[in-house]
Protein backbone atom coordinates (compact mmCIF):
# COMPACT_ATOMS: atom_id res chain seq x y z
CA UNK A 1 0.00 0.00 0.00
CA UNK A 2 1.80 3.29 -0.96
CA UNK A 3 2.02 5.89 2.05
CA UNK A 4 1.35 9.68 1.46
CA UNK A 5 5.22 10.31 1.71
CA UNK A 6 5.18 8.12 -2.06
CA UNK A 7 2.72 10.13 -3.33
CA UNK A 8 3.83 13.42 -2.45
CA UNK A 9 7.29 11.92 -3.91
CA UNK A 10 4.78 11.65 -7.30
CA UNK A 11 3.61 15.36 -7.25
CA UNK A 12 7.61 16.45 -6.58
CA UNK A 13 7.94 14.03 -10.31
CA UNK A 14 5.46 16.08 -11.72
CA UNK A 15 6.62 19.09 -10.46
CA UNK A 16 9.95 18.64 -12.10
CA UNK A 17 7.70 18.15 -15.41
CA UNK A 18 6.17 21.45 -14.68
CA UNK A 19 9.36 23.11 -14.29
CA UNK A 20 10.58 21.65 -17.89
CA UNK A 21 7.91 22.96 -19.25
CA UNK A 22 8.49 26.49 -18.35
CA UNK A 23 5.88 26.45 -15.01
CA UNK A 24 6.70 26.70 -11.41
CA UNK A 25 7.32 23.10 -10.07
CA UNK A 26 3.95 22.32 -8.40
CA UNK A 27 2.72 18.45 -8.60
CA UNK A 28 -0.67 16.48 -7.46
CA UNK A 29 -1.63 13.37 -7.44
CA UNK A 30 -5.65 12.52 -6.65
CA UNK A 31 -6.30 9.21 -5.65
CA UNK A 32 -10.29 7.94 -5.33
CA UNK A 33 -12.09 4.89 -6.22
CA UNK A 34 -8.60 2.69 -6.62
CA UNK A 35 -7.47 5.54 -9.38
CA UNK A 36 -5.06 8.42 -9.63
CA UNK A 37 -5.14 11.22 -11.66
CA UNK A 38 -1.91 13.16 -12.08
CA UNK A 39 -1.27 16.70 -13.00
CA UNK A 40 0.85 19.59 -12.65
CA UNK A 41 0.91 23.18 -12.96
CA UNK A 42 0.25 24.15 -16.60
CA UNK A 43 -0.76 27.82 -16.08
CA UNK A 44 2.41 29.11 -18.66
CA UNK A 45 1.59 26.15 -21.36
CA UNK A 46 -2.09 27.20 -21.53
CA UNK A 47 -2.12 30.17 -20.68
CA UNK A 48 -4.80 29.75 -17.78
CA UNK A 49 -4.67 31.74 -14.66
CA UNK A 50 -6.42 28.72 -13.02
CA UNK A 51 -4.11 25.74 -14.26
CA UNK A 52 -2.88 24.91 -11.20
CA UNK A 53 -1.90 21.39 -10.61
CA UNK A 54 -4.65 21.10 -8.17
CA UNK A 55 -7.40 22.44 -10.82
CA UNK A 56 -6.44 19.71 -13.24
CA UNK A 57 -6.10 16.78 -11.11
CA UNK A 58 -10.08 17.63 -9.77
CA UNK A 59 -11.05 18.03 -12.97
CA UNK A 60 -9.69 15.25 -14.46
CA UNK A 61 -10.92 13.39 -11.85
CA UNK A 62 -14.18 14.27 -12.01
CA UNK A 63 -14.24 14.32 -15.82
CA UNK A 64 -13.00 10.50 -15.56
CA UNK A 65 -15.82 8.95 -13.17
CA UNK A 66 -18.38 11.65 -14.63
CA UNK A 67 -18.92 12.76 -11.02
CA UNK A 68 -18.66 16.55 -9.61
CA UNK A 69 -18.56 14.51 -5.74
CA UNK A 70 -15.46 13.31 -5.34
CA UNK A 71 -16.06 12.25 -1.88
CA UNK A 72 -13.85 9.78 -0.47
CA UNK A 73 -10.98 11.55 -2.87
CA UNK A 74 -7.53 12.23 -1.38
CA UNK A 75 -5.19 14.72 -2.97
CA UNK A 76 -1.63 15.32 -2.56
CA UNK A 77 0.26 18.55 -3.62
CA UNK A 78 3.74 19.63 -3.12
CA UNK A 79 2.84 23.03 -1.68
CA UNK A 80 0.02 24.19 0.36
CA UNK A 81 -2.88 25.09 -2.27
CA UNK A 82 -4.23 28.55 -2.70
CA UNK A 83 -7.63 29.83 -1.85
CA UNK A 84 -8.89 29.10 -4.91
CA UNK A 85 -7.58 25.07 -5.04
CA UNK A 86 -8.64 25.24 -1.18
CA UNK A 87 -12.47 26.70 -2.77
CA UNK A 88 -12.17 23.43 -5.32
CA UNK A 89 -11.40 21.03 -3.03
CA UNK A 90 -14.32 21.67 -0.74
CA UNK A 91 -16.32 21.57 -3.59
CA UNK A 92 -15.58 18.70 -5.32
CA UNK A 93 -16.05 17.23 -1.34
CA UNK A 94 -12.86 15.77 -1.12
CA UNK A 95 -11.90 14.10 1.64
CA UNK A 96 -8.53 14.92 2.45
CA UNK A 97 -5.79 16.85 1.27
CA UNK A 98 -2.17 16.24 2.19
CA UNK A 99 0.47 18.79 1.08
CA UNK A 100 4.49 19.01 1.39
CA UNK A 101 5.87 23.04 2.39
CA UNK A 102 3.78 25.35 3.26
CA UNK A 103 2.90 28.78 1.06
CA UNK A 104 3.67 31.96 3.22
CA UNK A 105 2.34 34.29 1.16
CA UNK A 106 -0.72 32.91 -0.43
CA UNK A 107 -1.79 29.32 1.55
CA UNK A 108 -5.14 28.69 2.33
CA UNK A 109 -4.22 25.90 4.87
CA UNK A 110 -2.74 27.45 7.91
CA UNK A 111 -0.54 29.91 6.45
CA UNK A 112 -2.51 33.09 5.34
CA UNK A 113 -5.98 31.94 5.50
CA UNK A 114 -7.84 28.70 6.51
CA UNK A 115 -10.45 27.44 4.06
CA UNK A 116 -10.73 24.07 5.67
CA UNK A 117 -10.84 25.64 9.29
CA UNK A 118 -13.46 27.63 8.61
CA UNK A 119 -16.81 27.18 10.04
CA UNK A 120 -18.45 28.91 7.24
CA UNK A 121 -18.04 26.49 4.26
CA UNK A 122 -20.09 23.05 3.88
CA UNK A 123 -17.71 20.84 3.79
CA UNK A 124 -15.07 19.44 6.16
CA UNK A 125 -11.65 18.25 4.80
CA UNK A 126 -9.06 16.84 7.14
CA UNK A 127 -5.67 18.58 6.50
CA UNK A 128 -2.28 16.39 6.61
CA UNK A 129 0.98 19.03 6.45
CA UNK A 130 4.37 18.42 5.77
CA UNK A 131 5.06 15.42 3.81
CA UNK A 132 8.37 15.49 2.47
CA UNK A 133 8.87 19.44 3.62
CA UNK A 134 12.26 19.37 3.10
CA UNK A 135 12.20 18.27 -0.17
CA UNK A 136 9.24 20.40 -1.59
CA UNK A 137 10.30 23.52 -0.03
CA UNK A 138 13.43 23.04 -1.93
CA UNK A 139 12.36 21.72 -5.10
CA UNK A 140 10.45 25.78 -5.06
CA UNK A 141 13.13 27.77 -3.22
CA UNK A 142 15.80 26.35 -6.55
CA UNK A 143 13.53 26.94 -9.23
CA UNK A 144 12.64 30.57 -7.94
CA UNK A 145 16.22 31.09 -7.21
CA UNK A 146 17.60 30.16 -10.52
CA UNK A 147 14.41 32.20 -12.18
CA UNK A 148 15.71 35.50 -10.05
CA UNK A 149 19.00 34.70 -11.37
CA UNK A 150 18.26 34.77 -14.64
CA UNK A 151 16.68 37.91 -14.27
CA UNK A 152 13.06 36.69 -14.97
CA UNK A 153 9.98 37.83 -13.12
Not at 58 to 85: D, F, N, Q, S
Not at 101 to 124: E, L, T
Amino acid sequence: MRTDADYIGRALELGREAERAGDVPIGAVLVIAGRAFEAHNEKERRPDPTAHAEMLAIRAAAGALGVWRLTGGTLYVTKEPCAMCAGAIVAARLDRVVFGCRDPKGGAAGSVIDVFASAAVNHSVAVTAGVLEAETAEQLRAFFQARRAAGEP
